[in-house]
């Protein structure tokens, strides 16, 4: 039995005998089982290792942002407050849910051999909750990287201010030093 070509385009979907390479409808690429399978492995792969480690670094400052301001394991300790340990950890579980969700998707094509768009309409809330929560944390500290000017203190010096507490990041422009 030949291999079926399945066109990548999201209205199309034709299917053609043989391998072909472009869509006699669309003419986006088309595919083989036998490449979805090839491309699931990459896929698969990137799920492991965002979910690894991202999950061990969670494991690891799951004590100190659970625990805001008190010293943890040998006087290590999270200096913001208990919302900012919130929001950090919730960024952390949604990228770790992000890899879970590459995982499952790369499984499903390396067993089927065609990739599922309802598996990645799964993927595309997960991946924007992640977008908007690493953008309103950034907005939170004070920094935007989309073009927002950036505070200085009396000194000059850059910094980025949070919104919900005392917390300062400096910025050392060109002096590679920490303050």
């Given at each position: 039995?030949?291999?079926?070509?399945?066109?990548?385009?999201p209205a199309?979907?034709?299917?053609?005998?043989?391998?072909?390479?472009?869509?006699?409808?669309?003419?986006?690429?088309?595919?083989?089982?036998?490449t979805e399978?090839?491309?699931?492995?990459?896929?698969?792969?990137?799920?492991?290792?965002?979910?690894?480690?991202?999950?061990?670094?969670?494991?690891?400052?799951?004590?100190?942002?659970?625990?805001?301001?008190?010293?943890?394991?040998?006087?290590?300790?999270?200096?913001?407050?208990?919302?900012?340990?919130?929001?950090?950890?919730?960024?952390?579980?949604?990228?770790?849910?992000?890899?879970?969700?590459?995982?499952?998707?790369?499984?499903?094509?390396?067993?089927?051999?065609?990739?599922?768009?309802?598996?990645?309409?799964?993927?595309?809330?997960?991946?924007?909750?992640?977008?908007?929560?690493?953008?309103?944390?950034?907005?939170?500290?004070?920094?935007?990287?989309?073009?927002a000017k950036?505070?200085?203190?009396?000194?000059?010096?850059?910094?980025?201010?949070?919104?919900?507490?005392?917390?300062?990041?400096?910025?050392?422009?060109?002096?590679?030093?920490?303050?």
């Open positions: 039995m030949p291999a079926a070509s399945i066109c990548h385009a199309c979907g034709h299917r053609a005998a043989g391998q072909v390479r472009a869509c006699p409808r669309y003419g986006s690429r088309m595919c083989t089982p036998s399978r090839r491309l699931g492995l990459p896929m698969l792969l990137c799920g492991v290792f965002l979910t690894g480690f991202v999950g061990v670094i969670t494991f690891n400052l799951a004590p100190m942002l659970l625990h805001p301001g008190q010293d943890v394991y040998g006087g290590r300790r999270f200096t913001g407050d208990a919302d900012q340990a919130r929001t950090v950890l919730q960024i952390f579980w949604l990228v770790i849910a992000v890899g879970a969700a590459a995982m499952a998707a790369g499984t499903w094509q390396m067993v089927t051999g065609r990739r599922d768009h309802l598996v990645m309409l799964g993927v595309l809330p997960l991946a924007a909750a992640l977008f908007l929560a690493a953008r309103g944390t950034m907005t939170s500290l004070g920094w935007n990287p989309f073009g950036a505070c200085s203190n009396e000194k000059g010096a850059p910094v980025a201010r949070s919104a919900s507490s005392n917390l300062v990041l400096r910025i050392n422009a060109g002096s590679g030093g920490h303050e």
